[in-house]
Nanobody, 124 residues
Framework: QAQLVESGGGLVQVGGSLRLSCTAS????????MAWFREGPGKEREFVAA????????QYADSVKGRFTLYKDNSNNTVYLQMNALTPGDTAAYYC?????????????????WGRGTQVTVSL
C-alpha cells in the first residue's frame, strides 16, 4: 500500500491562506490520480480537488473553485493544495488520497491509498 505523508495544516484566521503538502513515492506519484478530501465536524468525507497523473488536468469541488489551487511538483513527488480566502466552512481534517490510473474520481471509495490527515481550523 502506498504511503502518503501530509503536512501544512494549522490554525488560520478568516480570509487567510494555508498550503497543504502530500508526498508520495515516485511510483505512486507518476501513476496515480492524487486528490484531497476533507471531513468537517459532523460531516461526511467530501471531495475537495484532484489532479491526474500527468498534472495536466485538475478538478475542484464547487465550494473551493477560485480559492484553492492544486498542483504537482515533480521534483519532489509532492502535490500541493494552496488554500486562499479561507472561511470557517473550510474547517476540517484534510486527507490526501491516491488511486492508480488517470481517471479523476470524486468519491472516497474509489481511492485505494490514504494519508493520515492534517487538521485545518479557520477562526473568526
Amino acid at each position: 500500500q502506498a504511503q502518503l505523508v501530509e503536512s501544512g495544516g494549522g490554525l488560520v484566521q478568516v480570509g487567510g491562506s494555508l498550503r497543504l503538502s502530500c508526498t508520495a513515492s515516485a511510483r505512486t506519484f507518476t501513476t496515480s490520480t492524487m486528490a484531497w478530501f476533507r471531513e468537517g465536524p459532523g460531516k461526511e468525507r467530501e471531495f475537495v480537488a484532484a489532479v491526474d497523473w500527468s498534472g495536466g488536468t485538475t478538478q475542484y469541488a464547487d465550494s473551493v473553485k477560485g480559492r484553492f489551487t492544486l498542483y504537482k511538483d515533480n521534483s519532489n513527488n509532492t502535490v500541493y493544495l494552496q488554500m486562499n480566502a479561507l472561511t470557517p466552512g473550510d474547517t476540517a481534517a484534510y486527507y490526501c488520497a491516491a488511486r492508480y490510473g488517470t481517471y479523476i474520481a470524486d468519491i472516497p471509495l474509489q481511492y485505494e491509498n490514504w494519508g493520515r490527515g492534517t487538521q485545518v481550523t479557520v477562526s473568526l
